[in-house]
Nanobody, 127 residues
Framework: QVQLVESGGGLVQAGGSLRLSCAAS????????MVWFRQSPGKEREFVAA????????YYVDSVKGRFFISRDNAKNTVDLQMNSLKPEDTAVYYC????????????????????WGQGTQVTVSS
């Protein structure tokens, strides 16, 4: 079982930046692909970014490429999401999750493929 706690959300103006962090429990963290999703009211949870357990391979949804950057620290069991040039359409609750089934890369982009979720952190971008 994996416990996940997200932090770092807040209110920011369009064009601004935020850095989200996810702290994970468990000794197997370094074996898992870690993934960020987001969910806006009335919409399905959307894949945002993922990082391979090796820390080098990353994968982004097209809408955030070049603006968001995912990183991880396996020694600290954390995964971060640096979000730059934020837009109002980035407003959502952001969640992290872990691919505990250790599937092949690239990662599954459906939220239904993942079992464990944190409580989420709200990101609001004003225009």
């Amino acid at each position: 079982q994996v416990q996940l706690v997200e932090s770092g959300g807040g209110l920011v103006q369009a064009g601004g930046s935020l850095r989200l962090s996810c702290a994970a429990s468990g000794r197997a963290f370094s074996r898992y692909t870690m993934v960020w999703f987001r969910q806006s009211p009335g919409k399905e949870r959307e894949f945002v970014a993922a990082i391979h357990w090796n820390g080098y391979s990353t994968y982004y949804v097209d809408s955030v490429k070049g603006r968001f950057f995912i990183s991880r620290d396996n020694a600290k069991n954390t995964v971060d999401l640096q979000m730059n040039s934020l837009k109002p359409e980035d407003t959502a609750v952001y969640y992290c999750t872990a691919d505990v089934k250790v599937r092949n890369w690239p990662p599954m982009n459906s939220y239904k493929a993942y079992e464990y979720w944190g409580q989420g952190t709200q990101v609001t971008v004003s225009s």
